[in-house]
């Protein structure tokens, strides 16, 4: 037990530290947000990156993964979409946001430091699969269907386009095919540009953890408990034992890369959450349903190392 808490104590050490940071304003909240657009646009691209090309290409893309972490991913967001839309009668906008709270998770910022920690190299490999699957389908689906609840004229296409769009630019995902190109062409950058990814790729795990706590700061929990307890629930117990089991359909040989997709899918949501639930007026929801799930992560990540390790 203290060896794994060797493993977690130290990320949410940096949490903390982050939100004793913003919450003493020694670092401001718009401080802390170009930390963050730091860390997205430049230091998780070069992990990538660095990922992509220290392995062979056979090794990276591993479709069972893919497969396995789609799988499990797309089975918390029916559980957590089914729940909410029949159990509890939410509105299809609050149904498709409950989904997405329990099946997409803050891979950069939570997951990845958690993960490199555990198994090392193999975490940037997980990070870049995972974020495909989040990027390109769990996200987009979440949205389309968040839109159809409010039933504009041709709100869940636009929501669609819209959202594509933004991928295209995404950083990460730009960095992924980069990656992806240099890997099947043979190309590897210069020896002084491969230094600079590496520096920057160092940087994202404790300026992200950083970035996290300060980012808790303010949120406001409320009298949300059932909300709360749903989705904290299906985030943190719930998704990572659905991709535990569809690695036994998908399988894959290695074990520290089902580890990593375990404990990424243990990760709590992402931090965008709260936004993503404004344009729907569940700001307040979302707040605190991140809020309980970050806090009660440490929990439930420990859990998870100690029943897998």
Not at 200 to 214: D, H, K, N, Q, R
Not at 216 to 241: F, I, R, S, W
Not at 258 to 276: D, F, K, N, V, W
Not at 294 to 307: A, E, G, Q
Request: charged share 10%.
């Amino acid at each position: 037990m203290l060896a794994i808490l060797g493993i977690t104590a130290p990320i949410f050490i940096l949490i903390g530290i982050g939100f004793l940071a913003c919450r003493s304003q020694v670092v401001s909240r718009e401080q802390a947000a170009g930390m963050g657009r730091f860390v997205i646009t430049f230091a998780l691209p070069a992990l990538v990156i660095k990922a992509l090309l220290e392995r062979p290409l056979d090794q990276v893309i591993n479709w069972n993964y893919i497969f396995a972490y789609a799988a499990g991913s797309l089975a918390a967001f029916g559980v957590g979409y089914g729940v909410s839309r029949w159990v509890r009668g939410d509105s299809r906008s609050g149904s498709a946001l409950a989904g997405l709270g329990s099946s997409v998770s803050n891979s950069g910022f939570v997951g990845y430091p958690i993960v490199v920690m555990v198994v090392g190299s193999p975490a940037a490999v997980a990070l870049a699969l995972g974020m495909m699957v989040e990027n390109l389908l769990m996200i987009p689906l979440a949205l389309t269907l968040a839109e159809m609840g409010r039933q504009n004229d041709g709100s869940a296409w636009r929501a669609l386009s819209g959202t594509l769009k933004s991928l295209v630019r995404h950083p990460i995902l730009i960095a992924i095919t980069l990656g992806l190109g240099m890997a099947i062409l043979g190309v590897r950058p210069p020896a002084v540009i491969m230094r600079v990814i590496e520096m920057l790729a160092m940087a994202s795990a404790p300026v992200a953890l950083f970035v996290i706590g300060a980012s808790l700061n303010g949120l406001k929990v409320g009298a949300l408990y059932a909300d709360m307890a749903q989705l904290a629930v299906g985030k943190l117990l719930l998704h990572p034992l659905l991709v535990m089991g569809c690695f036994v359909l998908f399988t894959v040989d290695d074990p520290a890369l089902r580890l990593a997709g375990i404990l990424m899918a243990a990760a709590p949501m992402m931090s965008i959450y709260p936004i993503l639930g404004a344009r729907y007026q569940l700001e307040g929801r979302c707040a605190a349903a991140l809020v309980a799930a970050t806090v009660l992560s440490f929990l439930s990540i420990s859990l998870y190392l100690w029943l897998l390790q």
